[in-house]
C-alpha cells in the first residue's frame, strides 16, 4: 500500500526574514491525528499551514483513501498536479513536472519498506486582492503494508529517496 503525506505551509511578506525561516525548515512532516479508513490503494494525509508573526497555525488537516484510479498521470491527480504516482511490477514509481503543460518524469521507485520525499517551493498570488504568498510543499511517501500505519509513520528525518525543486522565490522587479 501507499501512503502520502502532504504538508502545505504557506506565509506572506512580513514573514520572510531568517528567523521565521528557520521555523519552516523544520516543518518536513506531520502526525497523523485522524481516524484511518478501511485499507485502499493509497492513503493521502494532507495537512495545510499557515505561518504567521505568531507561529506556525494549523489550518486544515484531511485524510482520504484513494483506490486504483489514483495511481496514473492522466485525469484528477489527487497528489497535486506536479506529483503523480504510478504502480509498477516492483513498486511505485513517484514522478514530477516542473510545470502542468510539462509531461511527468520518474524522480523515484518506492519499493517494499523505502520512504521518498519530494520537497518544493512555490510563489503565488490571491485572486481576489493580489497579494503574494509564498508556500513550501512537502511530501513525504511511504510503501508498506496497511498494517504498519500509524500516527508517526512519517517522522522518520532522512528518507531513503529525495527529491528538491527549491527556486528563489524573491521579487526582482
Not at 512532516?29 to 504567521?52: G, M, S, W
Amino acid at each position: 500500500m501507499l501512503f502520502v503525506q502532504t504538508v502545505v505551509l504557506r506565509w506572506h511578506k512580513d514573514v520572510r526574514s531568517a528567523r521565521f525561516a528557520a521555523q519552516r525548515s523544520a516543518v518536513r512532516f506531520r502526525e497523523i491525528t485522524r481516524a484511518v479508513p478501511p485499507e485502499n490503494a493509497a492513503l493521502h494525509h494532507t495537512v495545510q499551514i499557515r505561518q504567521t508573526e505568531k507561529g506556525l497555525l494549523r489550518e486544515q488537516e484531511t485524510l482520504r483513501a484513494y483506490g486504483a484510479e489514483a495511481l496514473r498521470t492522466d485525469g484528477s491527480l489527487p497528489f497535486g498536479a506536479r506529483i503523480a504516482v504510478t504502480q509498477e511490477e516492483d513498486g511505485y514509481a513517484v514522478l514530477y513536472r516542473r510545470d502542468i503543460r510539462e509531461p511527468f518524469h520518474r524522480k523515484m521507485l518506492l519499493t517494499d519498506g523505502a520512504y521518498g520525499r519530494i520537497l518544493l517551493n512555490a510563489r503565488g498570488t490571491y485572486y481576489e486582492t493580489g497579494a503574494w504568498y509564498y508556500e513550501q510543499i512537502v511530501c513525504n511517501f511511504v510503501s508498506a503494508p496497511y498494517g504498519e500505519c500509524r500516527k508517526k509513520l512519517f517522522f522518520r528525518k532522512e528518507p531513503d529517496l529525495r527529491f528538491e525543486d527549491l527556486r528563489a522565490l524573491y521579487y526582482s522587479g
